[in-house]
């Protein structure tokens, strides 16, 4: 299947288109957070203030502009999701290529990927957060280091099965050197699987970084979707503030939203005859 | 005998799960840039304290000297002392540890009892209305962030109308069958939150493992023998469908929900693990931290242990692979 008629099929696809353009949406938001909006900081003169002209989204309570730190939250949630995805895909991967050509390999990173999924996740990720300190970068790399199994277990799959075709035999025929029929004859052939991976693992990473942002363990000097609630949360503003929770929650839900639709209508855009079944 | 070797690798691959756990743990407390003494000891001590405490945990003997002592610990269940409230961290996750239980138990059922039916409705017309509404609930759910979804409800049911209390786990001040019923109420939206992140998932695997079983050769037969649709789909279909993805996903459902968990009683001031967790993380309490993921992980091990084994003595089939 050429990817060019995947991407003819994709747009025919009103959901994927859909959800594809609430992305861009959502990534431009993310860039041009500084034009949108000014950086929250301080105290504003109104608390706790609902929707209006003057703030869209109202004011939390130190008096800030919740839009502006829904769209500057944007800016972390995003960065957060594409960087622990980026390595947790390359890392993850990695390991199930080269474990799949070399299988004794193999059997070590299937086991440990094995253990791993099977623990419950986020607590292993409060301990390690609170230990190393909240920042961004821990928060990156917290996630990134418990993504990367799923991803290993997606790719090694499909790896497992491409190593055994005739033209992976074919290629060792030409060449002793696994690097590149690793990477000229493996990796091609799974990489659609590392495309929906990378969207998946990102929204789950949004997911992630908000629930640790909104048990405290977000990076205390940047605003993220998560930290919002966070600070509703601890404020006790909850109860009596509805736009608090509303607008951070509705972006996450925007995200992760579009991200499984996207994965979904690239699949079935893919691979037609299964959409049917 | 092949019934013995069965249960006794699963019991194996438990035991070998659990160890990972602890290790991991200890690797990341010993290794992880931080103070050791830390993990075991307020921030606020003097040196001559913090040092004294090196040695009498054995933090200044060399690695696996420290490995053996620390497994040794959890072996008889000290998980050491919380340091911003003075207790023994196994006691004050033993008294957490019902609620949360009660929390997951009560989603898991709720989810399984609705999700069921509603796979089967989906996969009986696949690609009907209903089952394009099921899809769309279903992604939609998959979707949401846990607290957004328990902040809503409690808004709206607890706050607006004021059908549910808000917060904790029980009414005070009540005793016997009116205890109960505050516990129930004070249960429902914590744990509809928790069903409504979840179903999707459960009932789109229903969904597609029961559309492909309808595919098999045994259905057809059913089918040729003029038995009734209805009877087809929910007896001989769903019965060979259901069972192995049951296991399957109420494993990774199990999973899940234990992070869902942790959240939600963040929300709702439950009394549970995660509540505990929520408090452990604000004062830096690394004891309880610590000692809540390796209780959680044993649970999930566990349960996911007497799922295997009780399906495998369900299931002829699991024996023999």
Redesign the interface.
């Known amino acids: 299947m050429t990817r060019a008629s995947t991407w003819r099929r994709f747009r025919r696809e009103p959901l994927g288109m859909g959800a594809l353009i609430v992305l861009a949406l959502l990534v431009f938001t993310a860039v041009a957070a500084p034009l949108l909006a000014d950086y929250p900081s301080g105290y504003g003169d109104t608390v706790l203030t609902p929707p209006s002209g003057a703030h869209w989204f109202g004011t939390d309570s130190l008096g800030l502009d919740v839009y502006a730190e829904v769209v500057w939250g944007a800016q972390q949630s995003l960065l957060v999701a594409a960087a622990a995805s980026l390595i947790a895909i390359l890392f993850g991967t990695f390991l199930a290529v080269v474990g799949a050509y070399f299988r004794r390999l193999d059997a070590l990173v299937s086991v440990i990927v094995d253990?791993?999924?099977?623990?419950?996740?986020?607590?292993?990720m409060?301990?390690?957060a609170?230990?190393?300190?909240p920042s961004t970068m821990t928060i990156i790399l917290v996630i990134a280091a418990f993504s990367w199994p799923e991803v290993t277990r997606v790719v090694r799959s499909q790896a497992l099965a491409v190593v055994r075709l005739p033209y992976v035999d074919a290629a060792r025929l030409m060449t002793s050197s696994p690097v590149w029929i690793i990477t000229r004859h493996v990796v091609p052939a799974v990489m659609p699987l590392i495309l929906v991976s990378v969207v998946l693992t990102a929204?789950r990473a949004v997911?992630s970084a908000?629930?640790l942002a909104?048990?405290?363990?977000g990076d205390p000097n940047t605003w993220s979707w998560g930290r919002i609630?966070y600070e509703a949360?601890q404020a006790g503003a909850?109860?009596t503030a509805?736009w608090l929770?509303l607008f951070p929650?509705l972006a996450?839900?925007l995200l992760?939203?579009a991200a499984?639709?996207i994965s979904?209508a690239y699949n079935d855009a893919r691979n037609p005859r299964r959409s049917k079944? | 005998m092949s019934l013995f070797l069965f249960v006794l690798r699963r019991f194996g691959r438990g035991l070998l799960t659990i160890w990972f756990a602890v290790t991991v743990t200890f690797l990341m407390l010993r290794l992880l840039p931080g103070d050791p003494a830390l993990a075991i000891a307020s921030p606020n001590m003097t040196p001559e304290i913090r040092a004294g405490l090196l040695t009498q945990y054995g933090l200044d003997e060399p690695l696996p000297v420290q490995y053996v002592k620390y497994l040794g610990q959890l072996l008889r269940g000290n998980l050491g002392v919380s340091f911003s409230q003075g207790v023994d961290v196994t006691d004050a996750l033993m008294a957490q540890l019902p609620w949360t239980l009660l929390l997951v138990g009560a989603a898991l059922v709720v989810t399984v009892i609705l999700g069921i039916p509603l796979g089967v409705l989906a996969a009986a017309k696949a690609g009907g209305v209903l089952d394009r509404v099921v899809q769309i609930v279903a992604v939609t759910g998959q979707s949401l962030f846990v607290p957004s979804v328990g902040i809503l409800l409690l808004y709206v049911f607890g706050l607006q109308l004021g059908w549910f209390p808000i917060g904790g786990a029980y009414t005070d001040g009540t005793y016997g069958g009116e205890w109960y019923l505050s516990v129930v109420a004070h249960l429902v939206l914590p744990c509809l939150s928790l069903v409504l992140v979840q179903l999707g998932a459960y009932v789109l695997t229903v969904r597609s493992t029961l559309i492909e079983a309808l595919g098999e050769d045994y259905v057809t037969l059913a089918r040729a023998n003029g038995l009734p649709h209805r009877r087809v789909l929910w007896k001989h279909a769903l019965r060979n469908a259901l069972l192995p993805t049951t296991t399957l996903i109420g494993l990774q459902i199990c999973l899940y929900l234990v992070g869902g968990v942790i959240l939600i009683e963040t929300v709702y001031a439950y009394p549970g693990i995660g509540r505990g967790i929520y408090d452990a993380v604000v004062r830096l309490d690394f004891p309880v931290l610590q000692g809540a993921f390796l209780l959680l992980a044993v649970v999930v091990v566990v349960v996911n242990m007497i799922t295997d084994i009780v399906y495998g003595l369900l299931d002829p089939r699991v024996k023999a692979s």
């Open positions: 253990l791993t999924l099977s623990l419950p996740i986020l607590p292993l409060i301990l390690v609170a230990l190393v300190g929204s997911l908000a629930g909104f048990l405290g363990l609630l949360q909850m109860s509805w929770p929650s996450i839900f992760v939203l499984t639709l979904t079944a």
